[in-house]
């Protein structure tokens, strides 16, 4: 396949939706040659900050010269985003390469089972995670930071078995539709990647309880997991200014670019689980650490955006500012408040927002929309999108609200008009093909 044709093929399997479960992915990988058994792996669960997280872990393992693969759904400009070496996007033609080779592995298979009328079908997910772990192994990445796409359970990622560290970001509401109504049942989901060492940030107890024991089901039967759970101590923050944060963890000072105060927590998060990947084995020094976390950068989280007419040939007109935010839960919606507070609370701001109809857009709206002096509702790019009129329908209780007819015109528009501060937010789906240089 040329890369048009891979995308094309991936959408085609993307229609059929989600199927959790971890027996057919396990089934490819074996099929691929077990790619996942000869990496070293840093699995990321959790509701928000997995992104964040993982950038600053990557970055930090980057700094201490480790070639390192990062696993990411969904992605922010670009497909390809999905799939990072050392921070870079795999090129069109790896990612074409690598999907024909999963694709010829399915196919194979499929034609196997239909001889005796069964059949091999894995989901979009499950292909896109299985190219992952045979580049990341074909290109010899020393360590893999691996992203779950949702929960834990059953995610495609928990097929993995050579798991280094679990890391488990601050859990929330979300997906609780596959994860459960309680905070507990959601914790409960993703606690269980953890296969042994296990990093987090405290949490609530019936979170916390969850993280201490995992389990898993064998025979029917709950069968506890042997856990060694640390927890990323209290951060003091420093300094904090729209140039980034200044913080103290255990007596060390470090820096981040990354805005709002969910950022320190994160940062605490990779700075714990660096200490624990250095004890059991990699060399991380104090200052790979510091380098790495000041050198993040992760794009739609609470992003003041740069050089916007040459990324997305956008205009900011003199003394504007443009933020992308990707806060699509009530849980990343909190931490955007809490951040449009601290940054621009005596700023009139007008909201770009488009959701997915499978969330609790009313619970996100709800606590955005009293910052804005208007908003403006778009559909975006994605199969489960709320339309606009929808969305328009639930803002209007909170906010004014219009229309746009697409996500770049409706930004232009909203920076061409009063408002001093113009925040796209609602979905990560909202930026992908954003960029000019977006696939």
């Known amino acids: 396949m040329i890369y048009s044709e891979a995308i094309d093929y991936i959408k085609n399997i993307g229609r059929s939706g ?27 669960a959790g509701t928000n900050g997995k992104g964040s997280t993982s950038a600053y872990l990557t970055s930090i393992l980057r700094e201490a010269g480790y070639k390192v693969g990062t696993y990411n759904s969904p992605s922010v400009f670009c497909y390809n985003e999905r799939w990072l070496i050392d921070g870079a996007p795999l090129s069109d033609e790896d990612v074409a390469n690598y999907m024909t080779r999963v694709a010829a592995i399915v196919e194979s298979e499929n034609d196997r089972r239909a001889a005796t009328g069964g059949t091999f079908a894995p989901t979009a997910f499950e292909i896109e995670t299985a190219l992952a772990f045979v580049a990341f192994a074909d290109l010899n990445c020393d360590v893999c930071v691996i992203e779950t796409g949702m929960g834990g359970r059953w995610d495609a990622t928990n097929a993995m ?34 296969d042994g060492d296990a990093v987090t940030c405290d949490q609530c107890e019936e979170v916390m309880n969850e993280l201490e024991h995992p389990w898993r089901t064998v025979d029917g039967k709950r069968e506890y997991v042997a856990c060694r759970l640390k927890v990323a101590s209290a951060a003091r923050v420093l300094e904090n200014s729209i140039l980034g944060q200044r913080f103290e963890y255990e007596g060390r000072e470090y820096f981040v670019q990354m805005l709002g105060e ?35 950068v992760w794009h739609g989280r609470f992003e003041i955006v740069k050089n916007a007419e040459e990324r997305f040939d956008l205009v900011i007109p003199q003394g504007k500012t443009l933020v992308f935010d990707g806060a699509h839960n009530p849980h990343g919606a ?15 701001l007008h909201i770009v927002m488009g959701a997915l109809a499978d969330k609790d857009v009313e619970g996100v709206v709800r606590l955005i929309a009293p910052h804005a002096r208007r908003m403006t509702a778009v559909t975006p790019p994605s199969p ?30 909203a920076l061409s008009g009063d408002c001093e501060v113009v925040l796209l937010t609602g979905s990560l789906t909202l930026f992908e093909g954003l960029s000019k240089y977006g696939n």
């Open 161 to 194: 078995e050579n798991k280094l560290l679990a890391v488990i970001t601050p859990i929330g509401f979300d997906h609780m539709q596959y994860l459960g109504n309680t905070l507990g049942q959601i914790a409960a989901e993703k606690a269980a990647i953890i």
């Open 18 to 44: 989600i199927d959790l479960g971890l027996e057919r992915m396990r089934e490819l990988l074996d099929l691929a040659g077990s790619p996942d058994r000869a990496l070293k792996c840093v699995h990321i």
């Open 384 to 413: 489960r999108a709320m339309s606009k009129r929808e969305l328009q329908a639930v803002v209007s209780k909170y906010a004014p609200c219009g229309i746009g007819d697409d996500v770049r015109s409706a930004l232009q528009a």
């Open 262 to 296: 969910h950022q320190i927590v994160n940062a605490s998060i990779a700075i714990c689980a660096a200490k624990t990947l250095n004890e059991k084995g990699l060399e991380i020094s104090d200052k790979n650490i510091f380098d790495g976390l000041a050198k993040t």
């Open 334 to 348: 909190k931490s955007l408040s809490a951040a449009l507070d601290r940054y621009f609370a005596n700023k009139s």
